[in-house]
């Protein structure tokens, strides 16, 4: 894992010019988009939000601030099933999730696009490198975080930072490769993972975690808690028994 950026180009050494889309998913999140669409950067090719069924007008208020949006009903439950879904259906070269809550800036989405353009083929924001930070973890969910980024590290002879952060990108021919099958807050654990036993090319970027704007998020720390560390050893346990003859 390496936390800096080495532009790789053409033969010319000019980066090749790629569409980007972004993946937003949204359950009862009217009050926060305002926050995220308005402040997207002017390159983004094309914005998806995955909604959830809200009840609370979201999807009116996305097509309100950004007529040009794609919305797409996720057809099942779960962050992870929303995620999906929309990486599924993005078009563009490269594609970034982020959050409809506020908690992850749209203003730093370019630390994730150039290095994508430059050669990797995941980046992943982390909240523990020089110039990041939360201010959205108590100090039990921030040990839980740096536990299970250990465990992970042993396991799979890694050099992650965080591992349960949701600000990432990646490019779409990478996807299939890093697709999860879980449906709740571990998917960023499983999806980091995959990336990893895949052999992808990743690399980390510092990102600052904001408070949600307004509502109440569905995190729950010690039961999800539970099913990251699940699916830590499932992808571990699916290695070795593929490595046996």
Not at 40 to 49: A, D, F, G, T
Not at 82 to 104: H, K, M, P, R, V
Not at 151 to 159: D, I, Q, S, Y
Request: charged share 25%.
């Amino acid at each position: 894992m390496r936390s800096v950026i080495e532009p790789q180009g053409d033969s010319k050494g000019k980066p090749k010019q790629m569409s980007i889309s972004v993946v937003i998913c949204a359950l009862n999140e009217a009050a926060n988009l305002p926050h995220v669409l308005n402040r997207l950067p002017s390159n983004v090719s094309e914005v998806i939000l995955v909604d959830g069924h809200s009840m609370d007008g979201t999807v009116d208020k996305a097509r309100e601030i950004l007529p040009s949006i794609r919305v797409l009903y996720q057809p099942g439950k779960g962050k992870g099933d929303a995620l999906n879904f929309g990486f599924d259906n993005a078009t563009s070269d490269l594609i970034i999730a982020l959050d409809a809550d506020g908690s992850t800036d749209p203003e730093e989405m370019d630390r994730f696009i150039h290095p994508l353009i430059h050669g990797y083929d995941v980046c992943k924001g982390s909240r523990f490198l020089k110039g990041a930070g939360t201010d959205d973890m108590p100090r039990h969910r921030i040990l839980g975080n740096r536990l299970f980024t250990l465990l992970t590290n042993f396991l799979f002879r890694a050099e992650f930072t965080d591992l349960a952060y949701g600000y990432f990108g990646c490019r779409r021919e990478c996807w299939p490769q890093m697709k999860p099958r879980t449906n709740g807050f571990a998917v960023e654990t499983e999806i980091q993972v995959k990336a990893k036993k895949a052999g992808l090319k990743i690399i980390e970027v510092p990102s600052w975690e904001h408070r949600r704007i307004s509502g109440k998020g569905n995190l729950r720390s010690f039961r999800d808690g539970r099913k990251i560390l699940w699916t830590i050893l499932r992808e571990r346990f699916t290695m070795w028994s593929r490595a046996r003859p």
